[in-house]
């Protein structure tokens, strides 16, 4: 299970964690170190060795913003932000696993809150 | 009629585990020709060359088909053997059944009668095979090495040391390269300028080499042995011969905002400089982007002031021409451009520096005399942050995919020199591995850790932001700790990579030498022979082929002199004999060859002949002068009536594998 | 051509590779042990200029379905610029081929450095791949030379 599992999620985000030579600069770059339990360096390293699990479970997955700054600096091209991508829709898509619903939206609302931040809501983390 | 002895090589089981090396014989012994068919464990050890000798005299053999390895590796080894038995060493041809074929299929049967076939095309060609005699050609006595760095000097001081003339052409105003500018050098902590002006000065002092200093190669042409190489010497506004270098001109001179390239632009020179104070040759020059006489024709103080009247604003650029027999590149590096990495700040913050330029900071010769002061407002840093790997070691489109080699251990070295000057300010290095490989170097790396306390943190710094309070927040990973650190640093310390001078790509081309994608010259064989390119005559000596540290580098620079004095010390060299020659009777004196011919080789003769009515007419044909043609048979292509032909690979020649094969 | 009854068609290929590039890039594939099949045959010459048009032509005339010639990048020519004068006739002999009708495909210039082992492995087998989906050379094989 939980090789079909590692193996579908690095074949829908597209990278080759083997690339990685765990240089830390995509943790270094990320914004939201402070808030993840996991970072995007333990995502590609735990993707690499099929510990799928606890990063499912993990809030993390949450806090990514997607800003890819992760992916603009890592000097392999290992793209760490790909690979949350794929671990959170893997999540995601799981039956009745929506991270967001739309009742949630009403309390969330403020005058600062743009449109666009409750589209990109909805794209990141439902299915 | 030929009489053929074949010989299949087992090469261990490289060949014969693949390849029914047995099968093979015995199909090939019933070749046309062939009188002796046999297979042998290793041919190119020496019973397996005796049994080619043996079988020469014993069958009175007219050619040789060795079925082996590629003939790259042992064409030489057979045609030496077969020379020993007394047959001509061109009556020898490989078939390669072992990197084109065994290596390569896995299927027994396939691969049998694939080495079967490239058997007999060997064959088919070796009937064709006519015994040529190499020639002869002199071997100019002199040796060229472009580049005056310490890779240049080395090699220069060892050849002329073996009694050859030695010219350095360094497009420089000085000689002494990078290493000019290193104040300490790993891991002995030695001055850098301490061991190297020794040597700049025996270079110059030495009777047999001739320093061309700000001077570029402009063209090459000919081969090994007989270069002809036009170098051209740029105008310096200063006469060579009078200049004194007493540098009174250096300090009369008005313009004094000229970037200093030799302290990495970090302070000023004049418009009239002499680069730094061991330079060599110690002759001033004139910038002439910045002199205002040259540009505006206004000043002239320099030449008011100079006691021997060696300015003269008038000289012009000059090409001289000389013939060397070897040819030594050594270009070096050069730090990258940091454009592509703004997250680090170089570009927006004046207190992010390169290595090199840190390295000028640090010098007692630099711009601050010595003193490490942050080069914004001149006070004295508390927290300096050192950045590794940036630009090496990527896989994308902004660095450079090898590792620089030598930073990991310059870091050390520059950590460990603040450290002991200033002990009241941490050091912070964020490495992803620590790289040191040479004697002495890793306790060299453990006494910046334990003995000086530098902070080496495994990870990587993400962001470097400039603060409005002049430090700089400095974001990076701790992967051992899980953190993410912000790090309030005064400087910040960039291992920038290094990449081959921008002059080598050009220099590359015209020597017809070979380079790989990132610009260091290929040498003839990674492992074997490091030090010579694939051209003959052509060595590489220092960071141009590679990065490396110092002494790496020198031990490069004597191999590739001991390499060129093998060449120089030989009265004449064994010409390529399988060269292009026409047959007088059909060349119609088109002029197609000479045309095409890269070097040269062909010209026009008009010789006598005699016509079928007993008169004697005279008729413009082609000649190719063996000892300048390298055989690669572009004229043969070219010409219209087939009077072309190239010796060792001629049309017959070919067309007989064709045909082998195709059957 | 090798036709035997119930098996597969296999292309004869020939390649003409230089010696001071894709001889050796062929030989680093060699040393790397990567695979490609043993249609190809490979004849050295010491640069892709010393191929004469009339040596391809002769290759399918004696049944070749696929001739390949490989040599160095231009720029990088071990005879500084015999590469440029193959590319040129190369390209005359395209248009000559196109002409006769024969398929585009079955001829190929390809540039392979020394270090390029992994390129020669991976040419070599889109190139017999290629070859064997147009079939069997018909048009120019001169059946005078096929073997009794």
């Excluded at chain 2, 020496?46 to 009175?60: A, R, T």
């Excluded at chain 2, 390295?359 to 508390?382: I, V």
């Excluded at chain 3, 004696?62 to 590319?87: E, F, K, L, M, Q």
């Amino acid at each position: 299970m939980n090789k079909n599992l590692q193996e579908q999620i690095i074949r829908s985000s597209g990278v080759n964690v083997l690339k990685c030579m765990r240089c830390g600069k995509c943790s270094g770059t990320c914004p939201s170190y402070g808030e993840m339990e996991y970072h995007p360096h333990q995502f590609v390293y735990m993707v690499e060795r099929g510990e799928i699990e606890p990063l499912l479970k993990s809030e993390s997955l949450y806090k990514c913003l997607t800003c890819f700054a992760c992916v603009e600096r890592c000097p392999r091209n290992v793209e760490p932000a790909k690979v949350v991508e794929a671990v959170r829709l893997a999540a995601v898509r799981q039956q009745g696993n929506n991270h967001l619903t739309p009742a949630q939206i009403p309390d969330m609302l403020d005058d600062d809150l743009p449109q666009q931040a409750i589209v990109t809501a909805f794209r990141k983390y439902t299915k | 009629m030929q009489r053929i002895g074949v010989f299949v090589c087992h090469c261990g089981t490289n060949i014969a585990a693949t390849v029914d090396v047995k099968a093979v014989a015995e199909a090939l012994g019933h070749e046309p020709g062939v009188v002796i068919s046999q297979d042998y464990q290793y041919m190119c050890s020496e019973s397996g060359q005796n049994l080619v000798k043996n079988s020469i005299k014993e069958h009175n053999l007219t050619g040789v088909v060795v079925c082996s390895c590629s003939p790259r590796m042992h064409e030489n080894t057979f045609r030496k053997a077969a020379a020993a038995a007394g047959l001509n060493s061109y009556m020898v041809e490989i078939a390669n059944i072992r990197e084109q074929c065994s290596w390569i299929h896995k299927d027994i049967a396939t691969a049998t009668e694939k080495a079967i076939i490239l058997g007999k095309a060997a064959v088919a060609k070796v009937h064709l095979n006519a015994p040529l005699t190499a020639g002869e050609s002199p071997v100019v006595k002199r040796a060229l090495v472009i580049g005056g760095g310490i890779a240049g000097i080395q090699t220069a001081l060892d050849i002329a040391e073996a009694g050859f003339d030695v010219d350095i052409v360094e497009k420089n105003p000085t000689i002494g390269g990078k290493m000019a500018q290193i104040d300490k050098t790993f891991p002995t902590l030695d001055c850098a300028a301490c061991i190297l002006t020794p040597k700049m000065v025996e270079a110059s002092q030495n009777e047999k080499i001739h320093i061309h200093s700000f001077s570029e190669v402009a063209d090459v042409k000919g081969f090994v042995g007989n270069f002809t190489v036009k170098i051209k010497k740029k105008a310096r506004f200063v006469d060579e011969t009078k200049c004194t270098g007493c540098g009174l001109c250096t300090e009369k001179c008005p313009m004094k905002k000229v970037p200093n390239e030799f302290n990495m632009g970090l302070d000023n020179r004049t418009a009239i400089y002499i680069p730094f104070a061991q330079a060599v040759p110690k002759v001033a020059t004139i910038d002439p982007n910045y002199c205002m006489m040259l540009k505006n024709g206004k000043c002239g103080v320099c030449s008011k002031v100079c006691s021997v009247g060696a300015i003269d604003y008038k000289q012009e650029d000059r090409i001289i021409e000389e013939k060397y027999g070897a040819i030594i590149v050594a270009t070096g590096f050069n730090p990258i451009k940091l454009d592509k990495y703004d997250e680090f700040a170089y570009n927006q913050c004046a207190d992010v520096v390169t290595s090199l330029e840190l390295e000028r900071l640090m010098n007692a010769a630099g711009p601050n005399g010595g003193t490490l002061l942050r080069p914004s407002d001149k006070t004295h840093p508390h927290t300096i942050v050192f950045v590794q790997c940036v630009g090496s070691r990527c896989d994308d489109s902004k660095g450079k995919p090898y590792c620089s080699k030598i930073c990991c251990m310059y870091t050390a070295k520059h950590a460990m020199l603040i450290r002991e000057k200033y002990p009241d300010t941490e050091v912070y290095v964020f490495y992803i591995d620590v790289r040191t490989p040479g004697k002495n170097f890793d306790e060299f790396y453990r006494r910046a850790v334990e003995q000086y306390n530098v902070h080496y943190i495994k990870g990587m710094v993400g962001k470097v932001t400039p603060k409005s309070d002049g430090k700089i927040d400095v974001q990076a990973s701790d992967l051992l700790a899980n953190e993410q650190l912000h790090i309030n640093a005064d400087m910040v310390v960039l291992a920038a990579a290094i990449e081959p001078d921008k002059t080598a790509r050009p220099l590359a081309t015209m020597l017809t030498t070979q380079m790989d994608t990132n610009d260091f010259f290929t040498e003839a064989h990674p492992k074997l022979r490091p030090v010579e390119s694939a051209t003959a005559g052509i060595f590489l000596s220092g960071a141009c082929q590679g990065p490396k540290d110092i002494p790496e580098t020198v031990a490069q620079a004597s191999a590739a002199a001991a390499k060129a004095i093998g060449l120089l010390c030989k009265n004449s060299i064994t010409c390529n004999p399988c060269v292009a020659h026409s047959n007088e009777l059909m060349c119609n004196g088109c002029s197609s060859c000479e045309k095409v011919c890269p070097y040269g080789a062909i010209t026009y003769v008009d010789k006598e002949f005699r016509m079928p009515d007993r008169t004697t007419a005279i008729r413009r044909v082609a000649s190719v002068n063996p000892a300048v043609c390298q055989g690669c048979g572009a004229c043969t292509v070219a010409c219209p009536s087939g009077a072309m032909d190239l010796n060792g690979f001629s049309n017959s020649q070919i067309m007989a594998e064709v045909d082998a094969i195709c059957k | 051509m090798q036709v035997n009854e119930n098996k597969e068609f296999e292309p004869v290929i020939v390649a003409f590779c230089c010696n001071w590039c894709s001889y050796a890039g062929a030989d680093l594939s060699g040393t790397n042990r990567l695979n490609y099949p043993t249609n190809v045959k490979i004849i050295r010459v010491p640069c892709s200029c010393r191929v004469n048009p009339m040596f391809i032509l002769r290759a399918f005339q004696r049944g070749a379905d696929g001739v390949i010639i490989c040599g160095c990048h231009p720029g990088d020519c071990h005879y500084t610029s015999g590469n440029y004068y193959a590319r040129r006739r190369i390209t005359l002999l395209y248009s000559m081929l196109d002409y006769l009708g024969i398929e585009r495909n079955r001829t190929r210039l390809e540039w392979v450095s020394a270090a390029e082992g992994a390129k020669f492995a991976e040419t070599m087998q889109k190139f017999t791949a290629d070859v064997k989906k147009l079939g069997p050379n018909r048009r120019l094989e001169d059946l005078r030379c096929r073997k009794q």
